[in-house]
């Protein structure tokens, strides 16, 4: 059930904080459409807007310190790691040293560069600033989760962080790594609920439908497994091995 890192959690982290403009700015409807479009995985177009949306002359600091953190996910989302990290060195820098935004944006620094203590160091203070925000939540559940190393998987520590990121904005990436975080606790009832609707929602993503199945195959419901195991496999055949060694597995 690993993921791909960057992309599991970057898309739940553009969020626009500024309170001194107004909907009708240039850079407020440029950076939603770029938000829009980076939800729906459309990364190129996503990038477009965010880079037009920093051009806007009204911007305060902290409005583009997050269209720059936007604009380092998306380049994240391309993997293209060092234009992300000159991004979130960029953001970083509009805002006061050790505050929440910049902890925040110094973490993605380090987990870019693969030092993820140092993040998880700056992530735990930035928490400790500012509990109830995604971002904070939202990382720190996918480290426990062990996506940045197995040597911090802890699924039990990740669960808070991902029910409360759910609770805060739920959508189908919060439901995706909360689905995770069960299937990782051996909860594969609980699991199997977030996997059918988000299965349901979005039958073109095949991760969904392969994680999907794999629950039911762990529930012993083989033939419904083994009906989305073949749908996978019909639209990308090179998921056969992986399909194979978790059933081997399994058995």
Wanted: proline residues 2%; charged residues 25%; contains cysteine.
């Amino acid at each position: 059930m690993k993921k791909n890192i960057i992309i599991k959690w970057s898309l739940l982290l553009t969020l626009f904080s500024c309170n001194q403009m107004t909907r009708e700015d240039d850079g407020v409807k440029r950076n939603q459409a770029g938000i829009n479009y980076m939800n729906a995985g459309k990364y190129e177009l996503a990038l477009t807007e965010f880079t037009q949306a920093i051009k806007d002359p009204k911007l305060p600091d902290d409005a583009k310190g997050t269209i720059y953190r936007n604009i380092a996910l998306t380049y994240g989302e391309l993997e293209k790691k060092d234009s992300s990290i000159h991004y979130y060195t960029i953001a970083a820098k509009l805002f006061k040293k050790n505050s929440y935004d910049y902890l925040v944006n110094m973490a993605g620094v380090d987990l870019h560069k693969g030092q993820t203590q140092n993040a998880l160091n700056k992530l735990l203070k930035a928490s400790a600033l500012n509990p109830e925000d995604l971002s904070v939540n939202n990382t720190l559940g996918l480290i426990y989760l062990g996506d940045y190393g197995d040597e911090f998987a802890d699924p039990e520590k990740a669960l808070p962080y991902n029910k409360k990121a759910d609770a805060i904005s739920s959508n189908r990436i919060t439901e995706d790594i909360l689905g995770r975080n069960y299937y990782d606790l051996e909860n594969y009832e609980t699991a199997e609920m977030y996997y059918e609707k988000i299965h349901t929602q979005y039958p073109e993503i095949l991760s969904y439908t392969l994680s999907t199945a794999m629950i039911k195959y762990k529930l012993k419901k083989n033939e419904y497994a083994e009906m989305l195991f073949n749908q996978v496999i019909a639209k990308d055949s090179s998921y056969t091995e992986t399909i194979e060694t978790f059933k081997a597995n399994n058995r």
